[in-house]
């Protein structure tokens, strides 16, 4: 029911700041939780943020917390990531997801492609 596909990453030096976006399409796309999740080789993918399907409530990694910001516009159909103070450890795969249970599973019915992230200290 959801097509997703980010954009906006590339490389950039510690402390600055990136806006990943997503969009999406299909008709049921404001009913979903939404979430940017990222993975580097070798270890699993983990959840960045969350955010409602009315945007409402967001949450964090503690990893990121303070530093990114999810939000989104449900008539753009499209969901946003602000990164901010990026540091090398952020570099990543980042994904964003669609799900009805993601908020609470953290996980994701319907995923995009990803686009690479790369902090340069």
């Known amino acids: 029911q959801v097509q997703l596909v980010e954009s906006g990453g590339g490389p950039v030096q510690a402390g600055g700041s990136l806006r990943l976006s997503c969009a999406a399409s299909?008709?049921?796309?404001?009913?979903?939780?939404l979430g940017w999740f990222r993975q580097v080789p070798g270890k699993e993918r983990e959840i960045v943020a969350a955010?409602?399907?009315?945007?409402?409530?967001?949450r964090y990694a503690d990893s990121v917390k303070g530093r990114f910001t999810i939000s989104r516009d449900n008539a753009k159909n499209t969901v946003y990531l602000q990164m901010n103070s990026l540091k090398p450890e952020d570099t990543a795969v980042y994904y964003c997801a669609a799900g009805t249970n993601l908020f609470v599973t953290r996980v994701g019915d319907y995923w995009g492609k990803g686009t690479l992230v790369t902090v340069s200290s």
């Open positions: 955010i409602t399907s009315n945007g409402r409530i967001t």
């Open positions: 299909g008709r049921t796309f404001s009913s979903y939780p």
